[in-house]
T-cell receptor, first 113, second 114 residues
Framework: DVKVTQSSRYLVKRTGEKVFLECVQD?????MFWYRQDPGLGLRLIYF???????EKGDIPEGYSVSREKKERFSLILESASTNQTSMYLC????????????FGPGTRLTVT | GEDVEQSLFLSVREGDSSVINCTYTDSSSTYLYWYKQEPGAGLQLLTYIFSNMDMKQDQRLTVLLNKKDKHLSLRIADTQTGDSAIYFC??????????????FGTGTQLKVEL
């Protein structure tokens, strides 16, 4: 079974803090994604990566950056957390030959106070 | 840009059929998907359909695609309490070599009542 794990299920941070969200997948997938999920808005793509050290902006990249130093790990960074970044963050991965099959982690609920 | 719309809530009685509807705007969509999110969990891919198909059936699930009207539906036969979840419709424009971005709808909360 594909497994996508995220470092925390719940996280509480203060405004202005630097926040790291980690995602690890164990199926050697080339593609990895970060989404945020907000009620009434569905999932919105923040960043994605299709190879180590490669990254592409999604629909809402402002206020975020990412890092992919190893194939299995994709990190989302909030340089200076703000209250409007309070959300559920979901990581996903997919294989290169079946890019349409995205597998999701359980999510990290981040609260910025 | 692409847009995917769904109604927010659906309530059905156990044993009835559920039909969750979705409309999308991107006529170049190649794949359309249904994901399920149970409480406290990530999204799970339920099924997908290629744009050159009209229908796909998988056990209790039937997906219907009307490409002319850009309308996708998911029918769940004999709905059970375990089917209570949020269902997301999503579309993508085909394999681009760049990760195949998905555009998700807002999700439909399905509540199954006894």
């Amino acid at each position: 079974d594909v497994k996508v794990t995220q470092s925390s299920r719940y996280l509480v941070k203060r405004t202005g803090e630097k926040v790291f969200l980690e995602c690890v997948q164990d199926m050697d997938h080339e593609n990895m994604f970060w989404y945020r999920q907000d009620p009434g808005l569905g999932l919105r793509l923040i960043y994605f990566s299709y190879d180590v050290k490669m990254k592409e902006k999604g629909d809402i990249p402002e206020g975020y950056s990412v890092s992919r130093e190893k194939k299995e790990r994709f990190s989302l960074i909030l340089e200076s957390a703000s209250t409007n970044q309070t959300s559920m963050y979901l990581c996903a991965s997919s294989p290169e030959d079946r890019e349409y099959e995205q597998y999701f982690g359980p999510g990290t609920r981040l609260t910025v106070t | 840009g692409e847009d995917v719309e769904q109604s927010l809530f659906l309530s059905v009685r156990e044993g009835d059929s559920s039909v969750i509807n979705c409309t999308y705007t991107d006529s170049s969509s190649t794949y359309l998907y249904w994901y399920k999110q149970e409480p406290g969990a990530g999204l799970q891919l339920l099924t997908y359909i290629f744009s050159n198909m009209d229908m796909k059936q998988d056990q209790r699930l039937t997906v219907l695609l009307n490409k002319k009207d850009k309308h996708l539906s998911l029918r769940i036969a004999d709905t059970q309490t375990g089917d209570s979840a949020i269902y997301f419709c999503a579309e993508s424009g085909g394999v681009t070599g760049g990760g195949n971005k998905l555009t998700f709808g807002t999700g439909t909360q399905l509540k199954v009542e006894l």
